[in-house]
């Protein structure tokens, strides 16, 4: 899949709105660094837990509890050795690379849903809940009344109040 990087672009360069700065420019200097890997570059799913090992599966409305499961294959799976890892490109705009050391069928190649969704839905692919904060979210919601429409993906939510029930502790004293 070749990536148009002007579909993942926030309005100013530095600062993320819908689209993330760091991935946009992380993407853009790969991209000049290599001429290969505007063209090969895919996204994978790892199903190799890289927390404690067990197996998860690739559920694409799950993705924003698995971020760190995403990788960045810079040349691909079949001609690429190296990966970078998603979740950090996000959060801090550079990484280091790594090589891959996962069983190849270890890896679910998400490229074509990754780009065709975050196009669509910007990063509420990171946040299917809508209840993170987000660098740069500042317009991502209109409120109307006790609802609010999400600029970025167009999902309406309705607020609800919900019950903290909190749990004080004192000291005291009781006889014997
Ligand atoms: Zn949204």
């Given at each position: 899949?070749?990536?148009?990087?002007?579909?993942?672009?926030?309005?100013?360069a530095?600062?993320?709105?819908?689209y993330?700065?760091?991935?946009?420019?992380?993407?853009r200097?790969?991209?000049?660094?290599?001429?290969?890997?505007?063209?090969?570059?895919?996204?994978?799913?790892?199903?190799?837990?890289?927390?404690?090992g067990?197996?998860?599966e690739?559920?694409?409305?799950n993705?924003?509890?698995?971020?760190?499961?995403?990788?960045?294959?810079?040349?691909?799976?079949?001609?690429?050795r190296?990966?970078?890892?998603?979740?950090?490109v996000l959060?801090?705009?550079?990484?280091?690379?790594?090589?891959?050391?996962?069983?190849?069928?270890?890896l679910?190649?998400?490229?074509?849903?990754?780009?065709?969704?975050?196009?669509?839905?910007?990063?509420c692919?990171?946040?299917?809940?809508?209840?993170?904060?987000?660098s740069?979210?500042?317009?991502?919601?209109?409120k109307?009344?006790?609802?609010?429409?999400?600029?970025?993906?167009?999902?309406?939510?309705?607020?609800?109040?919900?019950?903290?029930?909190?749990?004080?502790?004192?000291?005291?004293?009781?006889?014997?």
């Open positions: 899949m070749r990536i148009d990087l002007k579909d993942i672009k926030p309005r100013l530095n600062r993320s709105d819908k993330s700065s760091n991935l946009y420019r992380f993407l200097n790969r991209f000049k660094e290599n001429k290969y890997v505007q063209n090969q570059i895919e996204i994978h799913w790892l199903t190799h837990s890289r927390w404690d067990s197996y998860l690739f559920n694409p409305d993705v924003s509890k698995g971020l760190g499961q995403l990788l960045i294959l810079p040349l691909g799976k079949e001609n690429g190296s990966f970078y890892s998603l979740h950090e959060r801090k705009g550079k990484t280091t690379e790594f090589a891959i050391p996962w069983m190849k069928d270890e679910v190649d998400i490229t074509d849903w990754f780009f065709e969704t975050y196009i669509k839905d910007g990063r692919i990171f946040d299917r809940d809508h209840n993170k904060w987000l740069g979210d500042e317009s991502r919601f209109t109307v009344n006790n609802t609010r429409k999400c600029n970025w993906c167009g999902e309406w939510q309705e607020k609800q109040i919900v019950k903290v029930q909190k749990i004080d502790r004192k000291e005291i004293w009781v006889s014997q």
